[in-house]
């Protein structure tokens, strides 16, 4: 029998309508002061343990904690171990981060207290940085069940389910072959949106558009935007291209985190309101397949952003539905591009449309800044190079044209193009840098170190200077993340010149990559300079968080350095070297 409020009345069930309503109440104050549009928190650190606590004149360390089957727990100390060295007699409790999405954590890329209080997200500024203050100094956990990551070349089909246990793109995506499952893996057949007879034949079908692009030889460095989970750039290495594949951290759930999972260059970014963390006129060629960026947006800046990055002579390749679908909204947005495209003196080398019904466009960017000058409407303008910022960390998106160098000629062919020296940059020690490199890693890194080099696929270098670590390791089954830090002398340029690829970055903050996302860290003479602006327990624990379980950082400092950083990589078994009156110390 239904029960009603008047029924209750009548039999003067009193305590029971109080009882109700007390509980409606608590409902009613339970949703209001809940918000249920914020993700839930992927760690809650009080106030009081920011930071790890850090005791004096006690001669032992905490272990790092982490979890094991299911259970966070210590790894164990060895208690032979000679701490007369340390530097200081310190310890510190180290605390892993809670939270069901702590395994997955970006520091700046997840804050969502900072997100949540953005005026606007209209250009996607909800997906750029906000870094915490303080930096968090908890520890990751690993997912459930993790494993050894599946080694390349097979990890580029395949990889363990449990590593990245994610399946809403196997869902989202299921008709285009981005990801599917199969048992205990993830697979990837090399299909996608604009994929639909796979993306090999997509690669031929670009080069038979437009041969001049000479995959491998005259086009070597790429940017791949929206790159969903990479395959384009995963099948182009087998060519000798090394593609900078790149989405933000969206509904897109995972994507960056299977490329890197699979050994496949990625990293998150977007183009929101500011430059991307590259140099000027650095790709040799731009991609963008259903990359979902309205390139029109804000006056053109996502399109003179490309301009910008994109190598004079460089060209950007467009396969979306406005170049080949003709109902009301495409067309608007074809003409649109036409529009801005002229405007900005590209010009159209190739358009055309495959067996599929897929079509694309091929935009040539000029080579010389002649065109802007003659143009009838001065839209967008020219930039005023003096005026105009130098950097390209945290630096608003420009909304004029980026000058062409005078002095502007395509690089040699790879792979004489790695190390023939770059024109127009007066590089000191260039010849000098690349023979160095090449003899250190060839004579200690690779034979005196006791690093299985087989297992290594993603490597980054974390102070990368001219490139020459990098460059000295190319003929290894592996690619090599080159980051120039913003205090540092600006080489990146160099970088790209040389085929090679890399970002800016300031290590007193938290990078945008996944947790686990590297087999191998390289530090040379970073913490020194470094250690002017933050503290180096920042950075031990972001390397901490990027860095695969049983990864390898190698670094090479001063003495006094190490001295210094003991205590904070002493939970890294070590080994010394010492190369031209320079410490090596290798952990692991």
């Not at 029971?16 to 949703?31: G, Y």
């Not at 939270?99 to 997200?121: E, T």
């Not at 690993?142 to 990890?155: A, I, Q, T």
Request: proline share 7%.
């Amino acid at each position: 029998m239904a029960i009603s409020v008047q029924n209750l009345l009548k039999e003067r069930r009193y305590p029971f309508i109080v009882s109700l309503l007390l509980l409606l109440l608590f409902v009613a104050f339970f949703v209001l002061t809940t918000n249920t549009s914020q993700p839930p928190p992927l760690y809650h650190l009080p106030q009081s343990s920011t930071h790890p606590s850090i005791s004096q004149n006690i001669p032992s360390m905490a272990p790092p904690l982490r979890e094991i089957d299911g259970k966070i727990s210590n790894s164990s100390v060895d208690p032979d171990s000679d701490d007369s060295d340390s530097g200081g007699d310190l310890v510190i409790d180290w605390k892993a981060c809670p939270g069901p999405l702590a395994v997955d954590y970006i520091p700046c890329l997840d804050n969502w207290k900072a997100i949540k209080s953005l005026k606007s997200r209209r250009h996607m500024e909800h997906r750029e940085r906000h870094c915490p203050k303080p930096n968090p100094r908890c520890l990751i956990p690993l997912p459930h069940g993790y494993k050894v990551p599946v080694p390349w070349p097979k990890s580029r089909d395949m990889i363990w389910f449990d590593n990245v246990p994610h399946l809403k793109l196997v869902e989202y995506k299921k008709e285009q072959n981005w990801v599917k499952t199969s048992g205990e893996y993830l697979l990837f057949p090399g299909g996608g949106t604009q994929f639909k007879e796979g993306v090999t034949h997509y690669i031929q079908y670009i080069e038979k558009n437009l041969p001049k692009i000479g995959w491998g030889k005259r086009t070597r460095v790429i940017l791949d935007v929206g790159c969903g989970v990479a395959s384009f750039g995963g099948y182009l290495l087998d060519k000798d291209v090394i593609t900078m594949s790149f989405a933000p951290k969206d509904e897109h759930e995972a994507q960056i985190q299977f490329a890197l999972e699979r050994g496949i260059p990625a990293t998150l970014s977007v183009i929101g309101t500011q430059r991307l963390t590259f140099p000027d006129n650095a790709f040799d060629l731009i991609h963008c397949a259903r990359c979902r960026v309205h390139w029109d947006a804000d006056g053109g800046k996502p399109l003179l952003e490309l301009n910008r990055i994109l190598r004079p002579g460089g060209v950007f390749i467009w396969s979306a539905t406005p170049v080949y679908r003709d109902d009301e909204r495409d067309k608007k947005v074809w003409e649109s591009m036409v529009a801005l495209t002229e405007s900005i003196c590209w010009k159209v080398v190739a358009k055309s449309f495959d067996s599929s019904g897929i079509g694309l466009v091929i935009y040539e960017k000029p080579v010389s800044s002649s065109c802007y000058e003659s143009r009838k409407v001065n839209n967008p303008p020219v930039c005023d190079e003096d005026a105009r910022a130098k950097t390209s960390w945290y630096t608003p998106l420009d909304g004029c044209i980026s000058r062409i160098p005078t002095t502007t000629t395509w690089p040699t062919a790879w792979p004489q193009r790695l190390n023939t020296k770059p024109d127009g940059y007066g590089l000191q020690g260039f010849h000098e840098d690349t023979r160095k490199w090449s003899e250190t890693v060839t004579n200690v890194y690779l034979e005196n170190l006791g690093v299985n080099w087989s297992s290594v696929r993603n490597v980054m270098d974390m102070n990368a200077g001219y490139g020459g670590f990098a460059a000295a390791l190319t003929d290894l089954p592996l690619w090599v993340f080159n980051v120039v830090p913003v205090n540092m002398p600006d080489t990146l340029p160099v970088i790209f010149e040389r085929g090679l690829i890399g970002i800016y970055h300031d290590w007193c903050e938290s990078l945008n990559t996944y947790p686990r996302s590297y087999d191998l860290l390289h530090a040379s003479f970073l913490f020194g300079n470094l250690t002017q602006r933050c503290e180096m327990l920042d950075s031990a624990v972001e390397m901490d968080r990027i860095l695969r379980p049983g990864g390898v950082v190698i670094v090479e400092d001063s003495k006094q350095m190490f001295l210094a950083s003991e205590l904070i990589f002493s939970k890294f078994k070590k080994v010394f070297v010492y190369l031209y009156e320079t410490a090596v110390e290798f952990y692991l």
